[in-house]
Structure formats: C-alpha cells, structure tokens
T-cell receptor
Framework: GQQVMQIPQYQHVQEGEDFTTYCNSS?????IQWYKQRPGGHPVFLIQ?????EVKKQKRLTFQFGEAKKNSSLHITATQTTDVGTYFC?????????????FGKGTKLSVKP | KAGVTQTPRYLIKTRGQQVTLSCSPI?????VSWYQQTPGQGLQFLFE???????NKGNFPGRFSGRQFSNSRSEMNVSTLELGDSALYLC???????????FGPGTRLTVL
C-alpha cells in the first residue's frame, strides 16, 4: 500500500539556523498537506500543495511539491523558538478519490535559544 | 466558528473493557476521520465517515469501529481493550476529502 516516509525524524537547531524536512511517497500523490503539532497539542493545518512543481511561501516557511508529485519539502528560514513542534506531511494517493490521507511519521524540531 | 470537539478528553480503562469516544465536527463539515497517535507509530488512520457512510478504513482490527450520525457527529468504539490501545485518539473534520483537516484536541486513552 501507499507509504509516506519523512526525514529526518528529529532535528535540533540553534535559533536562527535553517531547517528542512523531506517527505517521500511510494506512489504519485494527488496532493500533499503539511501540519504542525506543538508539544501537547493537536496537528494544525499549514498548507496544501496540488500542482506538480508547486512552491508556496508563508513568511519564513517555504513548501515545495516535486515535479513527479512523489516528494515534498518544508524549509524554515532562520528558525525561532516558536517553530518548535513536530511537522507532518500527509498525502493522498493520486486517482484515489476515496483514498485516505496517509501521514508521514513527522519530524520533531527543537530550537535552542 | 467553533472548532472540533472531542469527549472525553481523558479516559482510563482496564483490559477487556470497551470504550466509546465522541467527536463533534465543525459545523458544515461532513467528513470525519479518526486517527490513532502513538509515539512509535505516529498518526495512523482508523477510518473516515462522510454523510453517515464509512468511506475508508485503515489497517486496524475489527475491535475498532465507528459510526456517523445525521448531524455529522461521529463516535468510535473499541471493544475488548488491549494494553497496546493506549494512545491519543484524534478526530479530524473537513468539508470534503480533498480539503484540509481540522483536528480536535484528542482523547487520551490509557488501558491498564
């Protein structure tokens, strides 16, 4: 079945450093979504990418969807302590109109002030 | 508008018991999905309901079941609880399967 792999599992950075998490699917995706979960909280939707090669920015966050629609990345520039949390990607199988969203295991980001 | 609500927030049960968790989606959302979150396995999909019909089901044993009512509220039931069922159970609602999901705060289930 469809699998979504996410790396790295953990990332420790100094405040001000950049951070990137990568997401790879075993199948072509119809779209990919990114979520952030703060410690003790629940996942919160960040963004959805739909088009091949799509790039979207939200302030210091840059999201990319690969040309083949099988991979994606989230890059944070100049991390802040407020960026702490676990970042999940979630993809839906292409053509699977009734397929469920498959989540990666997440990248846990810690930021040292 | 009000967010997704889940009740109860915390639950302690013993092995062999059964449990029912409730989820009230955002008004107007007809899709409700349930996830099990554990430190080792991450977010695992349980099932999705849309307009009272189960549309998708994850790889969980038949002890896990759910339903959705005409007002889109959903319940999930776990029978014959096992220690390994201890987890955070998250409910998420969305307008449709292709829209973003809005998660509730979750129900923390501990099985002793």
């Amino acid at each position: 079945g469809q699998q979504v792999m996410q790396i790295p599992q953990y990332q420790h950075v100094q405040e001000g450093e950049d951070f990137t998490t990568y997401c790879n699917s075993s199948t072509t995706l119809s779209n990919i979504q990114w979520y952030k979960q703060r410690p003790g909280g629940h996942p919160v939707f960040l963004i959805q990418l739909v088009k091949s090669g799509e790039v979207k920015k939200q302030k210091r966050l840059t999201f990319q969807f690969g040309e083949a629609k099988k991979n994606s990345s989230l890059h944070i520039t100049a991390t802040q302590t407020t960026d702490v949390g676990t970042y999940f990607c979630a993809g839906k199988d292409y053509g699977g109109s009734q397929g469920n969203l498959i989540f990666g295991k997440g990248t846990k980001l810690s930021v040292k002030p | 508008k009000a967010g997704v609500t889940q009740t109860p927030r915390y639950l302690i049960k013993t092995r062999g018991q059964q449990v029912t968790l409730s989820c009230s989606p955002i008004s107007g959302h007809r899709s409700v999905s349930w996830y099990q979150q554990t430190p080792g396995q991450g977010l695992q999909f349980l099932f999705e309901y849309f307009s009272e019909t189960q549309r998708n089901k994850g790889n969980f044993p038949g002890r896990f079941s759910g339903r959705q009512f005409s007002n889109s509220r959903s319940e999930m039931n776990v029978s014959t609880l096992e220690l390994g069922d201890s987890a955070l159970y998250l409910c998420a609602s969305s307008f449709s399967s292709y829209n973003e999901q809005f998660f509730g705060p979750g129900t923390r289930l501990t099985v002793l």
